[in-house]
């Protein structure tokens, strides 16, 4: 059975509670605040731009040079697609360059990528590509999935869109091949291992936008405890 398979099938669980997400729900409802989206669209960028960058750095650790090259295309493909599409959002919701520099990274997204760039170098290139992964292909099935739906939103529609473009389908369907390509007997617990942590983030992340974390302290009487 292939790595992917393997992977999608451990956690279906994960992947359709983010679909469920009141995040997800919320925004093809309608109802999700335009402050909301723009918290998550600002979070999201400053991850997809460790996502390129952890792409090069694979890329660069690659002893393959067909998958070195298909990690820098991916990189240079996500900075030309993905993030300049991100870039007409910022637009239409006059998000600037300014409020993007002055939103720290929230406590969820730095542990992610965090996570990623452990799985780079604990199990090289095909760490990070199993780390990557989830991102790529969660979003691709929210699209495909949800888009029909439709949300009464433009702006929720057109993001909802761009994950089910020809496009970006195609880049995903080259992630899985390249996953499958990298994963051997020996590597599958530890690959497996990362992409279950990568989805679980990707859970989390949904409800970081929605709560819209920040590094403040918690104050001790709202920890709870047990017995």
Not at 18 to 47: E, M, N, V
Not at 146 to 160: F, N, R, T
């Amino acid at each position: 059975m292939q790595f992917t398979t393997i992977a999608h099938n451990a956690n279906l669980a994960s992947w359709q509670a983010s679909k469920q997400h009141p995040f997800i729900q919320q925004l093809l409802a309608g109802t999700l605040p335009l402050a909301t989206f723009r918290y998550y669209l600002i979070q999201d960028h400053a991850y997809l731009r460790e996502f390129g960058a952890i792409q090069d750095l694979a890329a660069e650790q690659a002893l393959d040079t067909d998958i070195a090259t298909q990690l820098h295309a991916g990189a240079e493909h996500l900075r030309q697609g993905e993030l300049a599409l991100r870039q007409t959002f910022f637009d239409r919701l006059n998000i600037t360059d300014k409020e993007v520099a002055n939103t720290p990274v929230a406590p969820t997204g730095y542990a992610y990528t965090s996570h990623m760039y452990r799985a780079l170098m604990t199990q090289g290139t095909a760490g990070a590509i199993a780390g990557l992964l989830p991102c790529y292909w969660l979003y691709a099935e929210i699209g495909a999935e949800l888009a029909e739906q439709g949300s009464p939103v433009p702006i929720y529609q057109d993001w909802l869109e761009s994950y089910r473009s020809d496009d970006y389908a195609g880049e995903m369907t080259d992630q899985l091949a390249l996953a499958n390509r990298v994963a051997t007997p020996d590597n599958t617990p530890a690959l497996l291992d990362i992409f279950n942590k990568s989805s679980w983030y990707e859970l989390n992340f949904w409800q970081m936008a929605l709560t819209h974390e920040t590094w403040e302290l918690t104050e001790p009487s709202d920890f709870s405890t047990t017995t």
